[in-house]
């Protein structure tokens, strides 16, 4: 007897995300050629119609134990957060109690406390009798690179880190991402992956050029209801000390910025090709820029628009232009911000639009000083519209 053999296509049940050279998502998806009749005798597409794995929770504690633990039962935690990222299967949680974790380790040539080279979420505030509440404030969870290199690194995953503290990064001795003086960037993190970060506490790290506190290149970052502070870069040329961020969409919500150090943008750098984001409803405040950009630097962005809305912008210092903001080629919209008590030693003491499209609307300017001219607001070789601001007490 002739066995007549139809094919059918099929689509794949899963789509893969994968993190492009562009830093844009990509979305991949795939179709399977599979005999009409005889899906049961073909094993390879069982895997297809399955659902996806249970997420797991891991455990970690300073008084842990690593050798032999998959970090599974709370009663017996691993010691370590690397450990737990190493043995975790893709999409874990991984619950971290009280106490402060240091120790580095080098990773495909990095150094780092913690290197997340699959998607996880690392959450910390919790006790060795209470695995269910995290409470940071009292239990507080610290990841001190003591120096020694970088606190965190991400690299092209999905990741979710809460109720950290993230300090001691240094990375003004390691040359090791992309080589040269390239590598030395991203004090306490480095993000090139899809990364949210809340609830978390970024402060007195260092790198030698760019993001003291945080660098995110080719990502898709959200921070959110955390501090940045303290954090510093050195040399002649350096930019974004707080937060630096490029070629890639940052949502920056909600946030406390303060006390960064930077050349250019003392607290927070977007731009070189960012796709579009937001920084809104943050409290950046007394962040220094030795040149442009004492609380922001925004520069060289793509459309879609950056839209910078109801933060207050306050007691920031730039050594040059824009004291509280420095809006650089590319097209923003500022909205609703408070720019108080801003000082430039050269133009815009509260902000400074610079080659780009700004459009300013419903703004307050207060009490900014800039020691040559445009005591609130500057505009040269760029364009800016200006809607229903408010302007008082601003000197040049």
């Not at 992309?178 to 970060?197: E, K, N, Q, W």
């Not at 978390?200 to 921070?223: D, M």
């Not at 809305?309 to 040059?320: E, M």
Request: aromatic share 8%; glycine share 14%.
């Amino acid at each position: 007897m002739n066995t007549q053999l139809s094919l059918r296509v099929r689509p794949l049940s899963k789509i893969g995300l994968v993190l492009g050279s562009s830093g844009l998502l990509l979305l991949s998806l795939g179709l399977l050629l599979q005999p009409a009749g005889l899906a049961q005798a073909w094993s390879l597409t069982e895997p297809l119609t399955e659902a996806a794995p249970v997420a797991s929770t891991r455990y970690v504690a300073v008084e842990g134990t690593d050798t032999g633990n998959d970090c599974s039962i709370s009663a017996t935690p691993c010691a370590t957060i690397q450990w737990a990222v190493d043995v975790a299967a893709p999409d874990d949680e991984i619950r971290v109690a009280a106490g402060t974790y240091t120790g580095v380790q080098v990773r495909q040539g990095i150094t780092q406390v913690v290197y997340i080279s699959q998607s996880v979420t690392i959450r910390g505030g919790y006790t060795t009798t209470n695995w269910v509440a995290s409470d940071p404030e009292t239990n507080a969870t610290i990841l001190d690179a003591q120096g020694q290199g970088r606190v965190i690194v991400i690299l092209y995953v999905q990741a979710t880190l809460e109720d950290l503290r993230i300090t001691g990064g240094d990375t003004q001795s390691f040359a090791d991402l992309s080589g040269g003086s390239a590598g030395r960037v991203g004090g306490g993190l480095y993000i090139a992956a899809v990364t949210t970060i809340s609830d978390c506490r970024i402060y007195s790290n260092t790198a030698t050029y760019f993001g003291g506190g945080l660098y995110a290149h080719s990502s898709v970052i959200t921070v959110t209801q955390s501090r940045i502070f303290s954090n510093s870069l050195s040399p002649a040329y350096s930019v974004g000390g707080g937060i630096y961020a490029e070629l890639g969409t940052s949502f920056v919500d909600n946030n406390i910025v303060f006390d960064n150090n930077a050349v250019y943008g003392g607290g927070v750098y977007l731009g070189f090709g960012s796709w579009g984001g937001r920084l809104s409803e943050n409290q950046i405040y007394s962040n220094r820029a030795f040149q442009r950009g004492g609380g922001l630097l925004l520069i060289s962005t793509q459309t879609p628009d950056v839209l910078i809305s109801r933060n207050v912008f306050s007691q920031n210092v730039a050594g040059a232009d824009g004291g509280g903001a420095f809006l650089g080629t590319g097209v923003s919209v500022v909205t609703g911000n408070l720019f108080i008590s801003n000082t430039a030693t050269g133009v815009g003491g509260g902000a400074h639009v610079y080659y780009g499209s700004a459009t300013l609307m419903r703004n307050t300017f207060l009490s900014n000083t800039s020691s040559v001219g445009g005591g609130g607001v500057t505009i040269i070789s760029g364009s800016a519209t200006l809607i229903e601001n408010y302007f008082e007490h601003n000197y040049a």
